[in-house]
């Protein structure tokens, strides 16, 4: 005679059932814990190899293990997410259709082809790392951040300069290697480590995106003291103002992370202890960057910084000259040659830029991907963007949309290149980790004998709506 399990639990008055090892199900396999590696280096080298002579594969190393990576998570891949792609896509089609002076539509269908690719890949490394366990994506984060400070003490002391230095010779184009090392022995006192890469801001940078990512996925209690004990000994090592955005990128984290209960909302007295450490998180940025970088500040305000120019105040003067001239879709994508007057002409009537500065080509002098967007799309398509945008992470799930949003704009920033995978993986690794770390863990349930539905017991399928999942 058959007798059914619950009929069992029935006769013990209470049990416990589990789902089996949901930490197990969660866990990446190896190969995918290697792809997630390489993708994240090849963001961190930013590598480019030649497609067509117009057409780079930017972050080749990303694109390659993005691509396995999304065969890997092909029965992973739900109707809701492709339609949320396709509608981001036709903003951007759209865009360029709308764009003035169709001459320059082949250079924009490039731009188009690019964000594409690196949307794709974004996408592949987000159904990946949300399947992870927060362990395994954390070490491989800290790994990343480990290693970049111990790679640039040895190569600031230890001799491993003129190795980089040829690596970095055969991997990038010599027009794009960075030769200011006089300029950061006035404003560092010393010459900044670039690790292997075209530039020592492509170091910080990725540093700064690691570690915070960390500090998110990361269940170990005591990650805030090692996020601040990093941030210290970036400091010293490898120094740069974008370091400071570690601390900005702590606001996010605070309120729309920290602060908020998997499924009830946010906390009241959380609230306000992450409204005091921000205010705190403010202020200690606010010292750092004057004690850390006294003369660098002093070049900002007297108007003799090109960097900061170019990455921060001359891209927000051309975009709200473009919401003036081209409001409805902007210069779009990858659309600087359509508007290199206008940028010249914006540039020299700006009062902190200074005519000895040169540049050949106006997308080296655009380098923030936040004010590039409004650049490249206008208001009308921007905004249509953004929205299309949400929507798709509604749709993939992500867990705090703030979150992910924010991330974005502090470390947009830092960063140019607005079609490449790193802004874009920038978006969905933070849509990733906020998901992760407010995912509620998988539990075991409690049942009690008499709550056990009649229809279990009789052998007929439990109800989804009786709460005996997790």
């Known amino acids: 005679m058959h007798v059914h399990p619950l009929h069992h639990f029935a006769s013990r008055g209470l049990r416990s059932v589990g789902q089996g090892s949901p930490s197990q199900d969660r866990r990446l396999a190896p190969i995918d814990l290697v792809l997630v590696t390489i993708f994240l280096a090849g963001l961190y080298l930013g590598v480019s190899l030649p497609i067509t002579s117009k057409v780079p594969l930017t972050c ?17 891949i739900e109707p809701g997410h492709l339609v949320g792609l396709l509608a981001v896509l036709f903003v951007y089609v759209a865009s360029i259709l709308s764009a003035n002076d169709f001459t320059f539509l ?14 794709v890949i974004a996408y592949a490394l987000f159904l990946t790392l949300v399947r992870a366990e927060r362990r395994q994506i954390g070490a491989i984060l800290l790994g990343f951040c480990v290693f970049i400070l111990l790679g640039c003490l040895l190569e600031t002391y230890g001799n491993l300069r003129p190795f980089s230095d040829k690596v970095r010779a055969f991997l990038y184009d010599k027009a794009y290697i960075y030769d200011a090392d006089v300029r ?8 900044r480590p670039k690790f292997f890469t075209a530039e020592p801001s492509a170091v910080t940078f990725a540093f700064t995106h690691y570690a915070s990512n960390w500090l998110v996925v990361s269940p170990w209690r005591w990650k805030a003291l090692a996020y601040l004990a990093l941030l210290g000994g970036a ?17 996010p984290y605070l309120f729309f992370v920290a602060g908020v209960r998997a ?27 004057q004690t850390l970088f006294a003369e660098r500040l002093s070049q900002l305000t007297s108007g003799r910084d090109a960097s900061f120019f170019y990455r921060f105040t001359g891209p927000i003067l051309v975009a709200f000259d473009i919401f003036r001239t081209q409001p409805w879709a902007g210069a779009g ?34 380098t923030n991907y936040f ?10 398509f921007g905004a249509l963007a953004i929205g299309a945008i949400t929507f798709w992470l509604r749709s993939l799930g992500t867990a705090s949309l703030a979150f992910a949003w924010s991330v974005w704009v502090i470390l947009g920033q830092a960063s140019g290149a607005y079609v490449g995978p790193k802004t874009w993986s920038v978006l969905l690794i933070a849509a990733a980790v906020s998901t992760l770390a407010l995912r509620s863990p998988a539990r075991a349930f409690v049942v009690r004998a008499d709550s056990v539905p009649r229809e279990m017991a009789r052998g007929r399928p439990f109800p989804q709506s009786a709460g005996l999942h997790a």
């Open 184 to 191: 950061d022995e006035i404003l560092y006192g010393r010459i």
């Open 333 to 366: 994508l990858t659309g600087e040659p359509f508007i290199v007057d206008q940028v010249i002409n914006v540039f020299m009537n700006s009062s902190s830029f200074q005519a000895a500065w040169k540049f050949s080509r106006v997308g080296d002098v655009l």
């Open 106 to 119: 082949a250079k924009r269908f490039t731009g188009l082809i690019q964000i594409s690719y690196s949307l």
């Open 263 to 289: 499924r009830a909302g946010m906390d009241a007295t959380r609230f306000v202890g992450a409204a005091a450490l921000s205010v705190l998180f403010v202020g200690a940025a606010i010292v750092i960057g």
């Open 60 to 76: 080749a190393p990303s694109g390659i293990a993005g691509v396995i990576l999304l065969w890997r998570r092909r029965d992973q």
């Open 371 to 380: 004010w590039l967007h409004w650049i490249y799309l206008g208001m009308v």
């Open 235 to 251: 400091l010293l090592v490898l120094p740069g103002p974008t370091l400071i955005l570690m601390l900005l990128l702590l606001e």
